[in-house]
């Protein structure tokens, strides 16, 4: 069974611009998380989607939203970047029935100049 | 009331010894709490898990001890390896809520 799937693994964008990331769960999995970990911050949890609908949501600005659309994938965007956006964004995903299975992919590292 | 504190920060230990590493809770709701190991460039891996009816988990050389009253729990990894050299996050989580709380990670070095 494949696991889960980010692309891209390294960006580099410019302050200013705006970056889409994707995430492709385990098949079967209708729910995906995303996070953002930093050395400072520790892993922060930015949203759940399931079945297409934003389920919950972390506590990051506007700029950060997602989508998921049918077949489960899910894209993040972060719109005018800043130089604190750079980090580690990593997808996990699960059943999302209220089971304890969460499998994060390797995630993508945004580095913003 | 979300948070999840963890020590050490940083943690160094010689082959064949044994590492702990210690959590703490807020949140008495919390019903699940995983123990993630973390290899540079690669996502966090769920390592073990424990459930706060039980007050010991035991997975090979991983144990989870869980003392519910003190609202703390830790993972002991017993004859240190080399390979074990990660970092290692604790977690909490809610049931039926996809949201898991971290704790701030511990570097575990393990030396020959």
């Known amino acids: 069974k494949a696991g889960v799937t980010q692309t891209p693994r390294y960006l580099i964008k410019t302050r200013g611009q705006q970056v889409t990331l994707s995430c492709s769960p385990i098949?079967?999995?209708?729910?995906v998380s995303w996070y953002q970990q930093t050395p400072g911050q520790g892993l922060q949890f930015l949203f759940e989607?399931?079945?297409?609908?934003?389920?919950n949501k972390g506590n990051f600005p506007g700029r950060f939203s997602g989508r998921q659309f049918s077949n489960s994938r899910s894209e993040m965007n972060v719109s005018t970047l800043e130089l604190g956006d750079s980090a580690l964004y990593l997808c996990a995903s699960s059943d999302g029935t209220g089971g304890y299975g969460y499998t994060f992919g390797s995630g993508t590292r945004l580095t913003v100049v | 009331q979300q948070q999840v504190k963890q020590s050490p920060q940083s943690l160094i230990v010689q082959k064949g010894g044994i590492s702990i590493i210690n959590c703490a809770y807020e949140?008495?709701?919390?019903?699940?709490f995983p123990w993630y190991q973390q290899f540079p460039g690669k996502g966090p891996a769920l390592l073990i898990a424990?459930?706060?009816?039980?007050s010991e988990k035991k997975e090979g050389r991983f144990t989870i001890s869980f003392n519910k009253s003190a609202k703390q729990f830790s993972l002991h990894i017993m004859d240190s390896q080399p390979g074990d050299s990660a970092t290692y996050f604790c977690a909490a989580l809610l049931r039926g809520y996809q949201k898991v709380t971290f704790g701030t990670g511990t570097k575990l070095q393990v030396i020959p």
């Open positions: 989607y399931f079945s297409e609908t934003q389920r």
């Open positions: 949140n008495t709701a919390f019903d699940y």
């Open positions: 098949s079967g999995h209708r729910s």
């Open positions: 424990i459930r706060p009816d039980v």
